[in-house]
């Protein structure tokens, strides 16, 4: 296992920053790094550590505010959306205990190893997304619940198909971020590596309840979805009943210019 600098701290600071919808690492120069299953770089003036996610996020252990935002200044290029008021989640390391644990935000370790900084940065980083994405789903859950009971009440729903499709296309891309980018459901490659840190990955897993949490974010996410598409079906419906009509007034109409026409030729 490789030691940090780091380890010579009692107390550490690990900060999680979201930065953006997304970090192209593949352009990332790697020849300085200390990690690459996440990427692991040295951060700061001292020995701080920054361990880098494609899903927007860095985690910084042991630097101090200034550093990191020169840190996060330097990849400016390699963000996408940047966000120019990050989310940020904080978790307290107690180096040198004498046994492994995770309580009240806070992490006991005997010593910080490069692994076992990636393992907690893995966890902090899903539970930053997931913070995010719950703030974001309880927003559309929102505003998806006074057109469901207007159609409760009246049976009706004043809102047009093309608004109801974006709402379909945020909730898409809320998944698509959450499974295909964050994976928050898999495990980190690190623990192939090194299985025994299991058991540090399922307390901080416990901690931040991310299973729990991701489950309850695909069941709101399952009832908007269905919803919103139910509404979507009845407008169409809607607009179908419409064109109808349409036709058959253009029809009736058609009839009325060639009853008019024959009552002429005949008249004449």
């Known amino acids: 296992m490789n030691q940090l600098a780091l380890n010579s701290r009692q107390h550490v600071k690990a900060r999680?920053?979201?930065?953006g919808d997304r970090l192209d690492l593949k352009n990332f120069k790697i020849a300085d790094a200390i990690g690459t299953t996440p990427l692991t770089l040295k951060a700061g003036a001292g020995d701080g550590v920054a361990v880098l996610f494609r899903?927007?996020?860095?985690?910084?252990?042991?630097?101090?505010?200034?550093?990191?935002?020169?840190?996060?200044?330097?990849?400016q290029t390699l963000?996408?959306?940047v966000d120019p008021n990050p989310e940020i989640e904080e978790l307290e390391i107690h180096c040198g205990q004498s046994?492994?644990?995770?309580?009240?935000?806070?992490?006991?370790?005997?010593?910080?190893?490069l692994e076992k900084v990636q393992v907690i940065?893995?966890?902090?980083?899903?539970?930053?997304?997931?913070s995010l994405y719950e703030k974001e789903v309880a927003s559309k859950f929102d505003g998806i619940a006074p057109l469901a009971l207007e159609l409760a009440t009246s049976g009706k729903v004043h809102a047009d198909s093309r608004s109801l499709l974006s709402k379909i296309?945020?909730?898409?891309?809320?998944?698509?971020?959450?499974?295909g980018r964050a994976e928050i459901g898999d495990k980190p490659e690190i623990l192939w590596e090194f299985p025994f840190l299991g058991g540090l990955y399922a307390a901080l897993e416990d901690e931040f309840e991310l299973h729990e949490r991701q489950a309850a974010l695909e069941r709101k996410l399952n009832l908007i979805?269905?919803?919103?598409?139910?509404l979507a079906d009845i407008l169409e419906n809607k607009q179908i009943h419409k064109l109808e009509w349409y036709v058959i007034g253009l029809i009736f109409f058609e009839t009325l210019l060639l009853l008019l026409d024959l009552v002429r030729q005949h008249v004449f």
């Not at 999680?16 to 930065?19: C, E, G, K, M, V």
């Not at 046994?99 to 190893?113: E, K, N, R």
Request: glycine share 10%.
């Open 55 to 75: 899903y927007g996020v860095i985690v910084f252990f042991g630097v101090d505010e200034e550093d990191e935002a020169r840190f996060v200044e330097s990849l």
């Open 16 to 19: 999680a920053r979201l930065i």
């Open 99 to 113: 046994g492994l644990g995770v309580h009240s935000g806070a992490v006991s370790l005997d010593q910080i190893t």
């Open 121 to 130: 940065a893995d966890a902090l980083g899903k539970n930053l997304v997931l």
């Open 169 to 179: 296309g945020n909730l898409i891309l809320i998944e698509h971020r959450m499974v």
């Open 225 to 230: 979805s269905d919803t919103v598409k139910t």
């Open 79 to 81: 963000i996408t959306n």
